[in-house]
């Protein structure tokens, strides 16, 4: 996964310091080693990078599934969420660290609250992450959310080492009227941050807004200003021919989440529309309350599943679309130099296990990844030139102390729940 696509039997990658320095045949390279890691069978490839999250909401993964969406929102969700301490917020952003680095994805694109929280349990993991506030403008009339949000922004852009990014993140049209999105949008611009957004995920969403302002949800983002910063729109299920206009000009793009989409039967992505119109597109989870697994692995399967449903042909959605947008993807929606495995690029690198009965044999090492692998596959992770996983070892934090912690968390938020 050079900028060529090309394939190495056997390959090596040397890094030094945070950046990858030679790719290639172990042949090509001459330079001296402080350390050398062999993997037979090892598929070394990009990190994967999960677009669309809310970490914390692991801790709810499993709470009222199968329950009509509102419903599960307003009676279920919001209640334990406003029961959320900053501690259980950062206990559930390493519970949802621990299964991300445990099947490969390296950075995710984050949107809670009591953010700084998720940041500090995200640098102590090791991870990337690209963290915003998320604002619901109805319940912040006086801004001061909004304000809280910039200043987060500010305080911890570029920390970790860089591995943070900060955003702002206006929670969608429907929760934000078109003042508040002005708002945003002005905000961001003066910051010098992008925008995390969720846009035309639901028929629901659609119809509300078309009633209200006779608009869709992109126009009313664009019209608002939301496109003149770099945005990250999550979902983008009902995204029409009528919206590319829009689009087209923008910087950044459409995060599918096609478990969540599914599994909330809200519909599919219009990704050959999206593709034609040269409109990135990356691929996220969602959090974990609604999707349930943080495994981009599965949701690459899932991509490539319900795309080829919606071409009705199976040549209509090719594995290798699925890999590319679970990590060179997502980077282009983010502007990172990310998910690609060449001279320069930053050493956030994954090696899965190719020895195993599911992966065998290999008569396409792409389609196996895509169609055969499962993120427990996964035995080596790198970010930033460090070893964050390590034969299936989690090497930045405890992560056994963490379940039994988040557990219990669970166990509390469950004991409260019923008492309502
Ligand atoms: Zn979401």
Known sequence: MDDENRVFRPGAVVYEGSQISYAGSPDGYQGPLEQEIVVPDGILLPGLLNGHNHAAMSLMRGMADDSPFFEWLTQHVWPVENRLTA?????GSLLAAAEMIRSGTVGFADMYFEVEATAEAIATAGMRAWISRGLVGLEDPEGEKLNQAVAFARDWQGKAEGRIVTMLGPHAPYTCPPEYLERVAEAAKLAGVGIHIHLSESADEMKQLQERYQRTPVQLASEAGIFASRTLIAHGVFIGEEDLPYLQGMTGGVITCPVSNAKLG?????????????????????GATSTNSLDMFLEMKAMAWLQKIAEGRPEGFHAAEALWAATRGTAEVLGHPGGRIAE???????????????MTPEWDVVANLVYSAVGSDVRYVVINGRIVLQEGIITTFDEAEVIREAKARGERLMREGAKH
């Open 87 to 91: 501690e259980d917020i950062r206990v």
């Open 344 to 358: 320069g690029a930053p050493a956030d690198f994954i090696v899965v296990d190719g020895n195993q009965a599911h």
């Open 266 to 286: 809200n519909g599919i992505l219009p990704y050959a529309m999206l593709k034609e119109a040269h409109i990135p597109v990356g691929l996220g989870t969602d």
